[in-house]
């Protein structure tokens, strides 16, 4: 899944959530995230997340975007300020 947002505080409640719903709980965020478990952020921090992928040859990566009512703004986020810095 990927947890994105505007700000850091609204990615990581995200992540948070999504941690906690799917046996993750015991594991702390960071630890997830430093481990490519889960990316989450802003936009600027997803693409630091992903960026070692793609130096490592990855051609395709399937974005999850975390449920509830930010999910468009999500896609959004990632399509308009992630995506690019990658082209």
């Known amino acids: ?37 889960v990316i ?12 070692p992928y793609i130096e490592a040859g990855v051609k395709f990566i399937s974005f999850a975007p975390t449920p509830g009512e930010d999910h468009a703004r999500q896609v959004e986020l990632l399509v308009d300020k992630v995506i690019p810095q990658f082209k």
């Open 1 to 37: 899944r990927v947890s994105i947002a505007e700000t850091h505080e609204e990615a990581m409640e995200m992540a948070n959530w999504v941690r906690n719903r799917i046996d993750w709980a015991p594991y702390p965020l960071d630890y997830l995230i430093k481990r490519g478990v």
């Open 40 to 51: 989450a952020g802003t936009p600027s921090e997803v693409a630091e997340q992903v960026h």
